[in-house]
């Protein structure tokens, strides 16, 4: 089954999945074969061949590399899958779920809605590059410094899933690098499903999301430095932080 039609199997707030990824399509970078090296790790998750597969480019699913931000998607015609179903008012819904992150004195709201589409935001707050990443086949959310051997760089989303062994998963969530999240409900417990295995730039390993962690390539065994974040509503986050901004989706932000 097709990676995009699986998710709208799992979830019902969004509907006619087939046409909505368009025909603008980044490939890979050129030079990422398959990272091969794996952790141990790998082996014993599935596919347990994850790392001879090279970057995919054709599943649609494209990382935001420049993201736009405002007060609010007030007064902004804003597509209506970024919705998933809640109303279409003059700006974010107050219902609507975000990941909120601050940062040196600045807020920030990253919208489940548009996490939902696009799985992965490089940004950066507060002088730091970050990293918001969500999963919606596992409901797993994980925030970390954009950063290869404390050099700051780019994730992209590889187009391949990884299952990890279920007390790997386990293990991440009760560490905290990774937690629950529901773009429809906020709260939710994390699945041991195919999991989103992102790419970074600098060296072209692949990183288990729900992990935090490289599980193929040059930088294989390596941990992410978790971020602190909340999930919570846009109202409740907007309350708390007056002075928060919000990203906004395609096509002000921008995947390439």
């Known amino acids: 089954m097709d990676r995009r039609a699986f998710l709208g199997v799992l979830s019902a707030a969004t509907a006619g999945l087939a046409g909505c990824t368009g025909g603008n399509i980044r490939p890979p970078i050129a030079g990422f074969p398959a ?38 998607w007030e007064g902004r ?36 809605s548009i996490l939902w589409w696009h799985e992965v935001v490089n940004d950066t707050l507060g002088g730091d590059p970050v990293l918001v990443t969500y999963c919606p086949i596992c409901q797993s959310g994980m925030v970390a410094e954009r950063r290869v051997d404390g050099e700051e760089t780019r994730f992209q989303v590889s187009g391949h899933l990884w299952q990890p062994p279920e007390i790997y998963g386990f293990a991440s969530v009760q560490e905290g690098r990774a937690f629950g ?14 999991n989103l295995v992102l790419y970074d730039e600098a060296t072209g390993s692949y990183w288990s999301q729900l992990l935090a962690k490289a599980i193929c390539g040059p930088q294989s065994g390596e941990r992410m430095r978790i971020l602190p974040s909340t999930v919570t509503t846009w109202g409740e986050w907007r309350a708390a932080h ?15």
């Open 77 to 112: 015609n804003i597509a209506e899958k970024y919705r998933l179903g809640y109303e279409v008012g003059p700006g974010l819904d107050d219902d609507g779920y975000v990941i909120g992150i601050e940062r040196g004195g600045t807020a920030r709201a990253y919208p489940l």
């Open 181 to 194: 999240a529901s773009a429809s409900s906020g709260d939710a417990d994390v699945r041991n499903s195919g």
């Open 35 to 72: 990272p091969e090296n794996p952790d141990p790790v790998v082996k014993h998750g599935f596919p347990g061949t994850v790392c001879g597969d090279p970057p995919n480019p054709f599943v649609g699913i494209e990382a935001i590399l420049e993201p736009a931000v405002a007060p609010d």
């Open 242 to 256: 007056p002075g928060t901004d919000t990203v906004l989706p395609l096509p002000w932000s921008e995947t390439a």
